[in-house]
């Protein structure tokens, strides 16, 4: 059995195809999911505690033996006991009965603590894999799968999992048991036998035409529940600006109109969900109706005693409870098949970075230089980037942390789910060939040298993960994560207090410390909500500040402050950096006053360098772009 929580190691470099078909049908950890289908990740899921679920399937019998075997103590009671007048008969059955109703209800109590346990296991091991996979994929995630479909993955539909792991052993218990009644019957009856043998897969197989109409809503109403979610997600992360430009109204009547469709959609989902428990509800009672007439005939044809008769309706009744459990089946197995689609997508992408074969070590104390635009960080110095246009130097920043391009939209692979046959195919078809183009793109850009070389060597012939301990690149797309303050400056606990709080003071964030209760465990929201622009900003420099990278690259890490403090932030930061290679994209004055070197871009290039001093003398675009800055900085 697995240990609660589920373990969920990190990702492992394959050494070939069949080693890695041998880790995927491995029933270890939480290793590989199988994402080649739907139903194979789904049967993947149930391997990973196969163990457990055996368990509970056998404990589950056990607890349905008193609606199984019940039935026939109780008409045994009756003939062997009330019919001839024997009390001790009727004490021994009884005793008996109350044996089998003990032993039942203690398998419902370890029954639920186990399935409980397999549920918790199923959510959290795909929350744990999506956030795996979010953290290999990096950067790429967002631009291939919509944040929304991510997240309803973790949420919804790793509650999905758990729930077929519950009624998957309830259904195998239910099976066993009905075909021990079924034995018990045929033994007594064999027309009465029949009937319940071949009753429940007839009532089944009438009810499959319901379950793919059913499948199409639920996955409509996973689709736009989804794009609902992604759209809740943009409206927060940019709520600010909208009130700043007065588009709240806007965007609340979009958010009104999809949720109406998403309301739609379940409702539309309901009445189909409704139908088929229906349809379980009215096969399960007619044949109730059709085994109690059948066996009051043998009654009354002197084929079976009253205690047999009273046993045969205690056998219709619980018959019940089977039939409506392998509904329930097929209308999970149905849900969590859309669920699996979805998590295969968002599991199933991969990283396109490849290690090389022999990967260098990036050296210490190097020149960076980047061969496209021609800029140049020589060690230990503090280099500022200007450039007109910010996106040219955020460009920049990428390509020197090994970053690629984010100018595409993530590419849904949601459909209407009311559309069908070749419409369907074609529209999957031409999605998931825009998909495997962005994929080649990607991966065309990472095969080849990147263009930016640490001393003698480019970025691709290191290992990505030296790349991102020897370069640290931190821009205004950084997030504050929930938790304390502590975790916030130090997210992987290897800071000593000293250190943390010389992090806070470089960016002078004192203020942020002071004004959380608590101190260092002082609890800071989702996305920092309860920090002002600039108190974020400067948790975001003092965590990039404390990590103390080889080579340190700040995207105008002061735009969201006012003078005085970006002028203390400059002077702590160039002390605090003092021997280490710092590289900042910026047009701040009061940054410029303390670089050491000075690169301009125009057009994508790096144009002039030197002191801030030495191009404010010589270059007018220099003085163009530094005087603007100068001016907002006044405003500020």
Known sequence: MHDFPPVVPDFQPSSSSADTARRRSSTRNFADPDTRSASRFLRWMLRQQASVLIASSFIALIQFLPGSIGPYLVGRAVDDGITPRNLSAVIDWSLILLGIIVLGAAAGVIRHSLIVRSWLVAMYGLTKLVTRKTTQMGHIQPQRIPTGEIISVSSSDSDQFGAISEVLTRAVGAGIAYLLVAGIILNTSVQLGVVVLIAAPLLVLFALPLLKPLERRQALERSTSSALTSMATDIVAGLRILRGIGGER??????????????????????WQAAVDATGVLFAGLFLVTLTWLGARQVAAGDLTVGQLISFFGYALFMVWPIQTFFELAQKWVRCLVSARKTIAVLGQQPPWREPATPLQLPAGATIRDLETGFV???????????????????????????????????????????KGKRARAERARQAEALARLVARDQAVTDRQWGVEVGPVDLADSAIQDVRRHILVSDTAGLVFAGTLQTAIDPHGQLSREQAEQALHTAAAEDVFEAM??????????????????QRQRLMLARAIAVDPQILVLVEPTSAVDAHTEALIAQRLTAHRAGRTTIVMSVSPLLLHYADRVALMSGG??????????????????????????????DV
């Not at 806007?250 to 469709?261: C, D, G, H, M, P």
């Not at 942390?401 to 849904?412: A, H």
């Not at 003398?617 to 900085?633: I, K």
């Open 250 to 271: 806007t965007f609340a009547r979009n958010y009104e109109v999809q949720s109406q469709t998403v309301r739609r959609s379940g409702v539309a989902a309901g009445t």
């Open 377 to 419: 960080g020589e060690p230990g110095l503090l280099t500022i980037v200007v450039s007109a246009v910010p996106d040219d130097s955020a460009a920049l920043a990428d390509r020197l942390g090994r970053y690629l391009p984010t100018e595409t939209d993530p590419i849904s692979l949601n459909i209407d789910e009311r559309i």
């Open 517 to 534: 209760p608590g101190g260092w465990q002082g609890t800071i929201d989702e996305r920092g909500r309860g920090l002002s622009g600039g």
């Open 605 to 634: 290039r790096v144009v002039d360098q030197g002191t801030h001093e030495e191009l404010l003398e010589r270059n007018p675009d220099y003085r163009q772009v530094v005087v603007r800055g100068m001016e907002e900085v006044v």
